[in-house]
């Protein structure tokens, strides 16, 4: 039983950063994936990899967390993005590759 533990990013529907100071611990899938024949959906008959995914306020709790219980892990750290900094007056201005249009 192998662990990940990382920060996870926002996802496409948030605009903020709340929740975004968790760290999470997601365990590796002990088999591979399988092919529902009669709905084509995938599963695999391990339950830690699909159903377990345990969250903590710090990233020393969850490393205390995986130690304590002889967990595995892979440590990854968060990578900031940089902020892209726009102005509205930028659609309309003359050195524009494209022409703005709706």
Do not use: C
Not at 26 to 41: K, N, Q, S, T, V
Not at 48 to 54: F, P, T
Not at 86 to 94: Q, R
């Amino acid at each position: 039983m192998f662990a990940r533990i990382f920060q996870p990013s926002k996802t496409a529907m948030q605009s903020g950063k709340a929740k975004a100071g968790r760290w999470v611990i997601e365990f590796e899938a002990a088999a591979a994936r399988r092919i529902d024949p009669l709905m084509g959906w995938t599963s695999s008959e391990d339950p830690r990899a699909d159903q377990v995914r345990l969250s903590f306020a710090t990233k020393e709790a969850a490393v205390k967390y995986a130690e304590s219980r002889n967990i595995p892990y892979q440590l990854s750290e968060p990578v900031d993005a940089a902020p892209v900094i726009k102005a509205y007056s930028d659609n309309f201005a003359f050195r524009r590759r494209k022409p703005w249009t709706h």
